[in-house]
């Protein structure tokens, strides 16, 4: 059975992260983002959402554990400042329905999702370029990278928030994410 560690990165939805792969019965467990990343034994990682990335405590050393991580949200920010990409301030501020273009349908993370998507997603912060590896997959109109992935390393992440009901096709971005961890 695939085994999946959710870091508390602090954020609203962080328990449904977890009930929802649990509700698909994966071997879940919410960890810490202090615990260090030798106690890590996991077949992936979600890095959750999250108020503030100043608080992401070890989520930078455990991008670097040679296994495969989906960032949601402050996740997908993590992994793009830590890499070399931007983050700043996005237009449009709070929680919202947005519709999302998918813009590689090759991607296994986000490819298999309908062309437009409806999803809800925070706005405060956005990813606004890539870090060197990673390709933007899905973007909308008020923000330019609403998902990325850098499969060569096994890097994923959504702006939006996959594991509320609001979110179309949430159920079908974990389960693609199960698949890569398999």
Known sequence: MTR???ID???QFTHLEQRALRD???DVEMIDNETPPEEIDADGIV??????????????EYLGLDIPVFGICLGMQIM???LGGTVGSGEYGGYADVTVDITDDDDPLVGSLAPDT???ASHADEVKTVPD??????????CGVEAMSDTDRDLYGVQWHP????????????ENFLEICE
């Open 163 to 174: 594991e509320v009901a609001h979110t179309e096709e949430g159920e079908a971005v974990f």
């Open 47 to 60: 890095l959750s959402g999250g108020p503030d990335i100043d608080r992401i405590g070890n989520c930078p």
């Open 24 to 26: 698909m019965g994966v």
């Open 4 to 6: 999946i560690d959710v």
């Open 133 to 142: 590896g990673f390709e933007r997959t899905a973007r909308s109109d008020i």
């Open 9 to 11: 990165n602090h954020g």
């Open 118 to 120: 409806r999803v809800w």
């Open 80 to 82: 793009a400042d830590e």
